[in-house]
């Protein structure tokens, strides 16, 4: 009897395919554990040796008389010696250890995480951000620099992502489901919220209500792990402690009131640290030099008022077990907002996802305390809870992961049903801010998904010569000695050419006529109207323009449109020529975007 052909035989594990990411995953997760336990042991180790020069805690030192004195030196002195170290430390790591490979960019924390996923050619640095994180990072929080852990670690995490998708080359493909999965094990970890932490790195990447679904799963496996890690070194433990929380269905209306009420500065925060950014990114300073100024600059704030400093965790507890006076609040977090700015925004190595925690907890206690002046009796903890999730989903554009996050810090499940209500009121209100300049509007923006809603295949096999439109018999032909003024009337009939074809009668092409740049000279005074008759085609043609090849794929293209600098994109023309270099047509990116949209409508049904 003749053996059996095609035998079904069961399905082995292959290691380059779904189970494979899986397992891939879980590794990442365990290593960022292992890393994130690192760095909190050396964060401890920067905060144990400040309390060994000090005499006493750093948080009990910025809380203590402005005019104490600590060895004979005064405590202003002190404050802005430590926080320049910090600054110090921070711009020596920007320059050597940028946060991309080849590249020099002051770019750090979830920013540097989302750009990295979101763009095209930026991959993070693997050895120079773990270098950069685990050494910079906790000496500038150390010596009270106002900024968060998350964006550190998460940074940390999103490096050892791409480092695993380059020691397995069949997971190459794989890189940006890695970075993500570094980055939710890293943020997960540190704060003790596994699957917040999932959720807010599917959210973050976009400031629209999208969500990058598709690796959540492989996120939750590894933050999970990172988190069982992180635990096994330091146990759990609550970020805050709260006493008495209390919820009815007469604070409804204050829990909207209260998310109204957080929008301005929700804006104030977003604006004041995009200003500021811009303003360090624009200042002719070296690289190394801009979180030097920062920290004087934040130094000499905290001289004054100090409580701003640090991540300020000690501060919200204090604030839940005390209170304070609507003063001393405002102030808190005018100063709060200012002193982040300032350090984050001048390239301190350094995030703000804690700082918006911090600032979001003194609006919500300052919620509370302003009702109360008014005769209403608000129980302080729990609106404290509220502010904290009501700030940060408006800041950060998540509100979901707000509430998830928000939940397991502070361990309030009793109040998932406000926290959901404060959460998504603010984030629809406070839509217009935009805190991570790296975040695009939704997926169908960010390369990571171009396949997706794309039809990549065909666009690979579909020609620039196929989708030509303005063909070299629609063009007015252009010769050498033709005038200026003839050209710009050609120019006024055209609708979306500005790129016109110099041809001689030998049908030899010379150039082109780039009507926008002669417009532009007009008025600049570099060619006279007047002289229209005077000058000649050949006398402002141009051969820098980009050409096209009849035969190059749509999808080249494509690629070359989205990573241009062009200031008229959306309008470009591009020059099609033959194999054999004759001079074709005028392709518009319009007709390019069309023949796009017509593949995603063929994909979608």
């Not at 629809?428 to 805190?435: A, E, H, N, P």
């Not at 006529?513 to 085609?537: N, Q």
């Amino acid at each position: 009897m003749s053996p059996l052909k095609g035998k079904i035989s069961p399905p082995g594990l292959n290691f380059d395919s779904r189970w494979g990411t899986f397992i891939v995953s879980a590794v990442v997760g365990l290593t960022v554990g292992l890393v994130v336990s690192l760095f909190t042991f050396l964060l401890e180790s920067v905060e144990h040796l400040i309390r060994l020069l000090l005499g006493y805690d750093f948080e009990h030192f910025m809380g203590s008389p402005l005019l104490s004195t600590v060895h004979g030196i005064p405590k202003p002195v002190i404050i802005l010696l430590l926080i320049t170290f910090g600054g110090v430390v921070s711009g020596i790591c920007n320059r050597f250890l940028p946060s991309y490979r080849e590249d020099e960019a002051i770019d750090f924390g979830t920013n540097a995480v989302i750009r990295s996923f979101n763009g095209h050619e930026k991959h993070l640095s693997t050895v120079s951000s773990t270098v950069r994180t685990l050494f910079a990072s906790p000496i500038l929080l150390g010596t009270g620099g106002s900024a968060g852990i998350e964006g550190t670690v998460a940074h940390l995490g999103g490096a050892i992502g791409v480092l695993y998708s380059r020691l397995l080359p069949s997971f190459l493909k794989n890189r940006r489901m890695f970075i993500m999965c570094g980055a939710s094990a890293a943020i997960g970890a540190a704060f003790h919220a596994p699957l917040g932490a999932s959720i807010y790195m599917a959210e973050v990447l976009y400031f629209s209500s999208d969500i990058e679904t598709g690796y959540i799963a492989h996120s939750v496996i590894a933050s999970v792990l990172a988190y069982a890690v992180s635990i096994a070194f330091y146990g759990h433990h609550a970020i805050f402690r709260f006493k008495n929380l209390t919820f009815g269905t007469s604070d409804l209306p204050f829990t909207i009131l209260l998310a109204v009420a957080i929008i301005p500065a929700s804006l104030l925060f977003t604006r004041t640290f995009r200003k500021i950014q811009d303003l360090f990114e624009g200042v002719n300073l070296p690289v190394w030099a801009r979180p030097i100024v920062g920290a004087v600059m934040v130094g000499l704030l905290l001289s004054i008022f100090p409580r701003a400093g640090g991540v300020g965790y000690h501060y919200v507890q204090e604030l839940i077990n005390e209170g304070g006076t609507l003063i001393y609040l405002v102030l808190f977090i005018v100063c709060k907002i200012l002193a982040t700015s300032l350090t984050v925004g001048s390239g301190g190595n350094g995030g703000l996802f804690g700082p918006s925690i911090v600032v979001g907890a003194t609006l919500g206690g300052l919620f509370a305390a302003v009702m109360k002046y008014l005769g209403f009796d608000l129980n302080s903890g729990t609106y404290i809870v509220l502010g904290m999730a009501a700030f940060l989903s408006s800041t950060e554009n998540t509100p979901i992961s707000s509430i998830i996050m928000i939940t397991e810090i502070t361990g309030t499940y009793e109040l998932l049903i406000p926290l959901s209500l404060a959460s998504v009121t603010s984030y629809f209100l406070g839509r217009r801010s935009i805190l991570y300049n790296a975040q695009v509007e939704s997926r169908i923006e960010s390369s990571a998904n171009y396949g997706r809603y794309i039809n990549t295949e065909a666009l690979k096999k579909t020609s620039v010569g196929e989708i030509l439109k303005i063909t070299k018999k629609e063009l007015p032909v252009i010769e050498p000695s033709m005038q200026l003024s003839s050209i710009m009337s050609y120019a006024e009939n055209s609708e979306l050419i500005y790129l016109f074809p110099v041809i001689d009668r030998e049908k030899r092409l010379h150039g082109f006529i780039d009507t926008i740049l002669i417009r532009e000279d007009i008025a600049e005074g570099v060619f006279d109207a007047a002289m229209g008759p005077l000058i000649v085609a050949e006398d402002m043609m141009t051969r820098d323009v980009v050409v096209l090849s009849e035969d190059e794929s749509v999808y080249s293209l494509l690629r070359r449109l989205l990573n241009s600098e062009d200031k008229r994109r959306g309008m470009e023309n591009f020059p099609v020529l033959s194999k054999e270099g004759s001079f074709l047509g005028i392709l518009r990116s319009v007709d390019v975007m069309h023949q796009q949209m017509k593949l995603i409508d063929q994909k979608s049904l």
